[in-house]
Each structure stands twice: as C-alpha cells, then as structure tokens.
Nanobody
Framework: VQLQASGGGLVQAGGSLRLSCVAS????????MAWYRHVPGKQRELVAD???????TYADAVKGRFTISRDNAKNTVYLQMNSLKPEDTAVYYC???????????????WGQGTLVTVSS
C-alpha cells in the first residue's frame, strides 16, 4: 500500500486546513485509516482514525476542531482541521495497516508526511 499525503502549509491561528491522503490498492474500503502527527523531540501522536464502517475517534487535543472522513470512491482519507492553534504545528502522517480482508499482508504503512505550521 502506498499513501500520498498533501494539503499542509502555513496558516494563522484560528484558520483551517484540509489534509488529504490518497491510498493505492483496489480495496481501500477495507482499510482502517488514521492520521498521526509528529513534533521533533516528542513521540508521534495519534490524531484521529476512521474504521471501515466510518466510525471515528479523536485525540482529546483535537476533539471538536478536527474531522476525519473518507471517500472510498476516491481512495482518499481527509483531515479537516479548524480553529488551528500553534500547538497543532507538526508533520502529519496518514497511516494504515492495509486491508482487513488480507491479514497476511497487514503491516504498518505510512505516508510521506505533510508539514502544518500554525503561526500565532
């Protein structure tokens, strides 16, 4: 599985960005997907995930501000980020373990990361 993330950039505090991640493969609907973020010197943090049924979970730090969604027809997962804060500055990565119907092929798959910078 190959993941291609995009949408990062520089935004002022209070602004919005939408990240996108396109996945390869013909069974995207069977992939659980997630967004992580990493700040140098800190551990990578799970931001949000969405399962194959569309159920979502969020880190407490982003609840009410971020929304994860998926478009299976486009093999794409999104992260809509609103009311951004300087502490949201990080490299954001999309992640999957692949198809739930192919357990023999499951492993950690990461996108290349996209930088989000929020200025105060």
């Amino acid at each position: 599985v190959q993941l291609q993330a995009s949408g990062g950039g520089l935004v002022q505090a209070g602004g919005s960005l939408r990240l996108s991640c396109v996945a390869s493969g013909s069974t995207f609907s069977a992939y659980g997907m997630a967004w992580y973020r990493h700040v140098p010197g800190k551990q990578r943090e799970l931001v949000a995930d969405i399962n194959t049924g569309g159920r979502t979970t969020y880190a407490d730090a982003v609840k009410g501000r971020f929304t994860i969604s998926r478009d299976n027809a486009k093999n794409t997962v999104y992260l809509q980020m609103n009311s951004l804060k300087p502490e949201d500055t990080a490299v954001y990565y999309c992640y999957t373990r692949g198809s739930i119907f192919e357990p023999w092929a499951q492993r950690d798959y990461w996108g290349q990361g996209t930088l989000v910078t929020v200025s105060s």
